[in-house]
């Protein structure tokens, strides 16, 4: 079929044809959006979910619906080589800007222009171009109070303008320990002002007990919410909404095919759907189209997508990994990984750390392992493990 009018999107954070399976996520995000706009309090929220299930999708469609009802909104992500204050100012900076309609004229938004700034020079951060006001010399240095500060300044300016602020994240598994426990701070000195800020985050799984384990209260002050691979219903939704509005039909075989070999992961459906397209001929795209696709498909993710994160591991992280995928069917134990290994659990531990902390992989139960990143394993046996 004409490439030209593919209609998907397989890539990072690119807004699929149609989002299927999410309805109630954005309808929770709305509702809390609204809410802290009418002065009811809200819970922050963290969506975790593996590699490609559409977190970042998700973070964007709430930035959208957070800028439509009216509300100024701040959009950015963490890395494992930024600090927070880093890869926040600038966002901060240019949300106050929005908020700033009077430019600059009223003192409320004065003083957080020049709390911001001096926020920015005791945190070292390279504020580059923009200009940042008069020093208003109330931080301390210590990241978890003068983080609160800075939000309680944005929220009250907020409020006295009747609007919220949204903060979003994402990637926020890379955030530092104590990064992560101010930003936490920060939230409960919110939350406790009721000031009209709401905080949507995205990451990995062991979101859940990094928070935890920063601020042993951060499981009541926000909503994790799973972000799953699609069910069936959803993801031939996916696939035949998209084709139909190009007037091309799948038989019922071909959607089951690619539903079988995806098992629902986003990403993998984008994928497949994309180069299903570029191989039918003609409609309705069959079941062997989509076991052609299978191929170029497997041998893409195999040189692609799967290879560029293996070899973002050290050598004795992708032992660790091999280790993993010949223990069979995940999760495993991190026990019966180091026995694969030839090595002692205490030996095997740091390693483990190292790749949870790389992103790859995750515990999803005491004393568990399995893999971030959506079928791995396979990858891992189809390449490296002689059967
Ligand atoms: N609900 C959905 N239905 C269909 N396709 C989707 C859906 N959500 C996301 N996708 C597609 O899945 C792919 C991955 O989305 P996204 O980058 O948001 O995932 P992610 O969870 O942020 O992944 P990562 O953890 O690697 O950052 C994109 O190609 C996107 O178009
Ligand atoms: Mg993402």
């Avoid at 957070?66 to 600038?90: H, K, N, R, V, Y």
């Amino acid at each position: 079929m004409n490439p030209v009018n593919n209609p998907f999107t397989p890539g990072a954070g690119t807004p699929p044809p149609e989002l299927a399976g999410r309805e109630t996520v954005l309808q929770d995000a709305d509702n809390a959006i609204k809410r802290t706009l009418n002065n009811k309090i809200a819970k922050s929220q963290i969506m975790l979910g593996l590699r490609g299930v559409g977190k970042t999708v998700l973070l964007n469609k709430i930035y959208q619906i957070a800028e439509d009802l009216g509300t100024f909104a701040a959009i950015f992500e963490a890395s494992s080589s930024q600090t927070l204050p880093e890869t926040m100012t600038q966002p901060l900076y240019r949300l106050l800007l929005k908020l700033d309609r009077s430019r600059k004229t009223e003192n409320d938004i004065k003083r957080v222009f020049g709390l911001l700034g001096q926020f920015a020079r005791l945190f070292k951060v390279k504020i580059g171009e923009f200009e940042v006001g008069i020093d208003p010399g109330i931080l301390t240095g210590d990241l978890a109070l003068d983080l609160g500060d800075l939000f309680v300044l944005i929220g009250e300016a907020a409020k006295s303008r009747h609007t919220a602020v949204i903060i979003l994240i994402d990637e926020v598994q890379y955030l530092e320990e104590d990064d992560l426990a101010a930003l936490i701070l920060a939230m409960h000195r919110i939350s406790q002002k009721q000031l009209p800020i709401l905080l949507f985050g995205a990451g990995l799984p062991q979101l859940a007990k990094l928070a935890g384990d920063a601020k042993s209260y951060a499981e009541r002050l926000f909503d994790y919410i799973t972000i799953d691979k699609l069910d069936n219903i959803s993801s031939a939704l996916a696939l035949e909404r998209p084709v139909l509005r190009e007037n091309v039909k799948f038989e019922p075989e071909a959607v089951g095919k690619i539903i079988e070999e995806t098992e629902g992961y986003p990403y993998f459906i984008q994928l497949w759907g994309s180069l299903v397209w570029d191989i039918a001929k003609a409609s309705p795209i069959t079941i062997n189209d989509v076991v052609r696709a299978t191929e170029k498909s497997v041998a893409m993710l195999d040189s692609g997508f799967f290879r560029i994160r293996y070899e973002r591991l050290t050598e004795r992280q992708q032992d660790y990994a091999k280790a993993m995928a010949r223990a069979g069917k995940l999760p495993v134990s991190s026990a019966e990984v180091a026995e694969i290994m030839g090595i002692t659990v205490r030996q095997a531990a740091p390693i483990r750390d190292e790749v949870m902390k790389k992103g790859m992989a995750y515990s999803p139960g005491r004393g568990l392992i399995s893999f971030s990143v959506p079928k791995f394993e396979d990858y891992l046996r189809r390449n490296f493990i002689k059967v």
